[in-house]
């Protein structure tokens, strides 16, 4: 079972940037790791996406241009980052981080979510 654990979350005003990091349990799997953001009152979107063995990644087109997802995969450990440019008022949201296997098509593991407020 995959276990993620987020950090980096935080207050930022309009134009600000934030990364925020998500420690993957597994190393040797081949993963599909994604961010996802809920704002108050409005479902959970998918902002962005990587892919752990072959690091394809897709990014929302909300968040095209000012956000980036990227991996480190050193010393037998991942972390997944989401960084965060140009932030909107709008990226405000509860930032949660998934994964699920290659082989399945719904995201199995969840990350306890990280807060990120963006003021005017």
């Known amino acids: 079972q995959v276990q993620l654990k987020e950090s980096g979350g935080g207050s930022v005003q309009a134009g600000g940037s934030l990364r925020l990091s998500c420690a993957v349990s597994?190393?040797?799997?081949?993963?599909?790791v994604a961010w996802f953001r809920q704002a108050p009152g409005q479902e959970r979107e998918q902002v962005a996406r990587?892919?752990?063995?072959?690091?394809?990644?897709?990014?929302a087109d909300s968040a095209k241009g000012r956000f980036t997802i990227s991996q480190d995969r050193r010393n037998w450990r991942n972390t997944v980052y989401l960084q965060m440019t140009r932030l909107k008022v709008e990226d405000t949201g509860i930032y949660y981080c998934?994964?699920?296997?290659?082989?399945?098509?719904?995201?199995?593991?969840w990350g306890q979510g990280t807060q990120v407020t963006v003021s005017s």
């Open positions: 597994e190393y040797y799997n081949s993963l599909s």
């Open positions: 990587i892919y752990t063995r072959t690091e394809e990644t897709s990014i």
């Open positions: 998934a994964a699920r296997d290659m082989t399945v098509a719904q995201f199995t593991a």
